[in-house]
């Protein structure tokens, strides 16, 4: 199912005004501006349909099937708005993390050969110190590493929270507009030169993890 990405380039681009792009998928998904997108739960599907993510002219850049389209527990795909794979993420349990206080989440795009190539890996706290705990994030890049340990901070059942790196200077903001009360409806606010793809895929697993409509 999952497919091989049409286009990807792991290295550092410059942007307008000097500053960098991080791109940890693709620079396709570094905009050189902040950005605001919003999500929205998609149409009931039993067992876990997913979300979109449109901009501010509604059209559809990402698309998350849940694993009730996929039919894996514990397993999602990130795609583009035409609906080409970008990333697969799913969490295998182990002996190991069945011991642990954390479980892992690991994101996977595939390089031209056919090969998975890890992407981030999401460590996800016992639920017992979810709520004091950030949820740490580690991105596989040698060439950006202020964002190779991220941490997101707040409430996401919420819908507020942030993501920050390691240097503490925020990438992400997860919010619900004053006027809206559902959780089906929320935007994120990405700074300038960050991956948006690197983060809705992130986005994807607090989704699932806080029993949202990615879930089984």
Known sequence: MFKVLRTRDQSMASKPGGGMMMPIVSKVYCSPDEVVRAVRRRPNVPNGGGFMVADCSQRVVFKVDGCGILGKKEEMILKDGEGNDLLLIRRKASIIEALSITRQWKGFSRDFLGSDKLVFTLKEP????????????????????????????????????????????????????????????????????????????????????????TRC
């Open 126 to 213: 016992n639920s017992c110190f979810s709520n004091n705990t950030p949820i740490r994030i580690s991105a596989e890049s040698t060439e950006f590493r202020t964002y190779r340990n991220l941490e997101i901070m707040g409430d996401f059942q919420r819908r507020s929270c942030t993501i920050v790196n390691s240097d503490g200077d925020v990438i992400a903001q997860i919010g619900v507009k004053e006027e809206m009360s559902s959780r089906d409806l929320y935007h994120v606010r990405i700074k300038a030169g960050i991956d948006q793809a690197f983060v809705f895929g992130m986005i994807a697993v607090l989704d699932y993890i806080y029993d949202g409509s």
